[in-house]
C-alpha cells in the first residue's frame, strides 16, 4: 500500500507570493491532517478534513487553508507569504481522525 | 504554559540502556500520541493510546489518565534509536497539540 505522498518536497518562494501544497493520503483513510514545522515554535496543528470538510483548526491566520476533495486528498494555501512561514509543512492521513496517524515525508518551503 | 510538556529535552545514552521519557499534558485527551522523527524530517507514529500500557518490539508506552502522564521507554536501546521523540495530545475534536520533543542520541 503507497503511503502518504505530499507535493512537492522543496519549494523556494518570495515573500507576497501565494503557494499550494498538496498530499495524498494512503488509500482508504477519509481523514487528512495538517501541521507546520519550524526550529523555534516545533510542530503546530493547521487543520483537519475529513470528507471534505474542515472539522477542525489551530491557531493560524487566516491566510493559511485547505480544502479536500472527493478522493480524499488535500490542498493546502498559503496566501501572502512571509519570511515567518518558512518551514516543513506535513500532512497525516487516518482512517477516521481518532485512528494512528501516518504522516508524509512533508514539504520544505523557504520564503526569501 | 505549553498544553504540552515533555522531558527532558536532551537525551545520551549509552547502548544497551534502559530509556524513559516523559510527557505530562493539561488539555483533556481523546488519545496521547508518540512520535519518532530522523534526521531529513520523516515522522512515524509509534503509539496511540487512551489508557494503560502498550508495548511494541523493545518501546513500550505507557499513560495515567488520573495524573496526566505518559512515559515511552525503550529497553536495550541501540543506535538506530537515536531520533527526536515527539509526544502529541489530541482532543475529541482532533485538535493537535505537542510537546517540543525529546532529542535522543544513543552512543555505540
Known amino acids: 500500500k503507497a503511503g502518504v505522498t505530499q507535493t512537492p518536497r522543496y519549494l523556494i518562494k518570495t515573500r507576497g507570493q501565494q503557494v499550494t501544497l498538496s498530499c495524498s493520503p494512503i488509500s482508504g483513510h477519509r481523514s487528512v491532517s495538517w501541521y507546520q514545522q519550524t526550529p523555534g515554535q516545533g510542530l503546530q496543528f493547521l487543520f483537519e478534513?475529513?470528507?471534505?470538510?474542515?472539522?477542525n483548526k489551530g491557531n493560524f491566520p487566516g491566510r493559511f487553508s485547505g480544502r479536500q476533495f472527493s478522493n480524499s486528498r488535500s490542498e493546502m494555501n498559503v496566501s501572502t507569504l512571509e519570511l515567518g512561514d518558512s518551514a516543513l509543512y506535513l500532512c497525516?492521513?487516518?482512517?477516521?481522525?481518532?485512528?494512528?496517524?501516518?504522516f508524509g515525508n512533508g514539504t520544505r518551503l523557504t520564503v526569501t | 504554559k505549553n498544553e504540552v510538556e515533555q522531558s527532558p529535552q536532551n537525551l545520551t545514552a549509552q547502548e544497551g540502556e534502559f530509556i524513559t521519557i516523559n510527557c505530562s499534558y493539561s488539555v483533556g485527551i481523546s488519545a496521547l500520541h508518540w512520535l519518532q522523527q530522523h534526521p531529513g524530517g520523516g515522522i512515524v507514529s509509534l503509539f496511540m493510546?487512551?489508557?494503560g500500557k502498550k508495548k511494541h518490539g523493545r518501546l513500550i508506552a505507557t499513560i495515567n489518565i488520573q495524573e496526566k502522564h505518559s512515559s515511552l521507554h525503550i529497553t536495550a536501546s541501540h543506535p538506530r534509536d537515536s531520533a527526536v521523540y515527539i509526544c502529541?495530545?489530541?482532543?475529541?475534536?482532533?485538535?493537535?497539540?505537542f510537546g517540543t520533543g525529546t532529542s535522543l542520541t544513543v552512543i555505540p
Open positions: 478534513y475529513f470528507s471534505e470538510t474542515q472539522r
Open positions: 497525516a492521513s487516518s482512517l477516521q481522525g481518532d485512528s494512528p496517524l501516518h
Open positions: 502529541a495530545a489530541s482532543n475529541t475534536g482532533n485538535q493537535f497539540y
Open positions: 493510546l487512551s489508557s
